[in-house]
């Protein structure tokens, strides 16, 4: 697909299209240029973006409980619905290979390069183009959560010790990707329960991805 279709989702027409163009590049490409950079800047502006947001939306709330909302909506797995919705990965360039595998369906993958593509629509376009988008493509979002978020590892600690069991045990049994990217990969262990693997970017964001695949398993609503 056309950077022209992509920027008509975002409604932005790049000024420097190469800006979103490195924004689009995986490393498996062996093109020079990838979304790696781009991608710090852009995670710093989304978490601003969805901060300043909630402080305005949820007046009453204390810090903790922002703090809960944010996490829950600038997540791995929020950024890659996010970034299905508009149809991202058809935009990734890969090499055969990571493609082959489906890396376009990779969630972690999903979730990096639309915070690359943010960090780019930031340089081109500035903050206010960055806000727009995301308050737009979060709207439905926001208000998901009627009361702030019980953190994942939280709810299955409270509901195994409810149940008498002992406490879950979080393990790193991989790690993959470069040294100033690493992604981590843990396997979560409840006694009587088949274990969950989750990756995430950090060992917390993998502890966290885990516990949630945890609560989905067993039908626990957070």
């Known amino acids: 697909m056309s950077l022209a279709a992509l920027e008509k989702k975002i409604g932005h027409r790049f000024h420097d299209s190469s800006l979103l163009q490195s924004a689009l590049t995986h490393s498996s490409s062996g093109q ?3 979304y790696e950079r781009l991608e710090f800047l852009g995670d710093r502006v989304l978490g601003l973006i969805i901060a300043q947001a909630l402080f305005q939306k949820f007046p009453e709330e204390n810090e903790g409980d922002l703090a809960k909302r944010l996490a829950a909506l600038v997540q791995g797995s929020m950024l890659a619905t996010i970034a299905s919705a508009i149809q991202l990965g058809d935009h990734i360039l890969f ?24 960090g780019a629509l930031y340089l081109d ?16 979002h926001f208000y998901d959560m009627k009361t702030p978020p019980l953190h994942p590892k939280t709810a299955v600690q409270e509901w195994a010790q409810a149940k008498g069991l002992p406490l879950p045990l979080y393990e790193v049994v991989a790690q993959h990707g470069p040294d100033h990217a690493p992604v981590f ?15 995430g970017r950090s060992r917390q964001a993998a502890e966290k991805e885990a516990a949630a695949q945890f609560l989905t398993t067993i039908g626990h609503a957070v």
């Not at 090499?95 to 943010?118: H, P, Q, R, T, Y």
């Not at 376009?125 to 439905?140: M, P």
């Open 32 to 34: 020079r240029s990838n």
């Open 95 to 118: 090499s055969d290979a990571e493609k082959s595998a489906g890396g376009a369906a990779n969630e972690n993958i999903l979730a990096d390069v639309f915070e690359a593509m943010l």
């Open 125 to 140: 376009g500035g903050f206010a183009a960055c806000e727009r988008l995301v308050t737009t493509l979060w709207a439905d």
């Open 185 to 199: 990969v843990i396997r979560l262990t409840v006694a009587g329960h088949a274990p969950v693997q989750a990756e």
